[in-house]
């Protein structure tokens, strides 16, 4: 292989992998995640989740496994929801745990669910 075929196929193998999807989304090892919810307390020592977003924000924010980036979106059609990752837990490997303003409405999103991520990362 000449000098010059070298280069191309080096430039063209970087190229390839710089504009794969991620190898780790997961989303076929995890079909049925667990879904969960959680309330903010209003006198929460720390009302920020661990990306620094405010727990009082509107945007339907989860906690997440340490697998799935922070700025994720995962995508729940049974639900008619799409949550962003700003958060941790002490999660098993596919559970979500959404955060909502009432215990009526984490009560009501317990269950299983197929989810799909959407986005990986910011």
């Known amino acids: ?12 193998l970087t190229l390839w ?3 794969a999807p991620p190898i ?3 989303a076929a090892t995890c079909p049925n995640w667990c879904g969960t919810g959680y309330v903010p ?7 920020t989740t661990a ?4 727990v009082w924000t509107a945007e339907s924010i989860a906690a997440a496994p340490a697998w ?6 995962i995508d729940l059609p049974e639900l008619s929801l799409t949550v962003r990752v700003a958060d941790r837990g002490n999660l098993g490997p596919c559970h979500v745990d959404i955060r909502v303003f009432s215990t ?7 269950g299983h669910y197929d989810a799909t991520i959407i986005r990986w990362g910011y």
């Open 41 to 47: 307390g209003p006198d929460a020592p720390n009302p």
């Open 104 to 110: 009526r409405a984490a009560y009501a999103l317990t």
């Open 17 to 19: 992998l710089a504009t």
């Open 51 to 54: 990306d620094g977003t405010s």
């Open 68 to 73: 799935v980036p922070f700025g994720s979106l």
């Open 24 to 26: 780790a989304t997961r």
């Open 1 to 12: 292989m000449t000098l010059s075929r070298a280069v191309t196929a080096i430039l063209l």
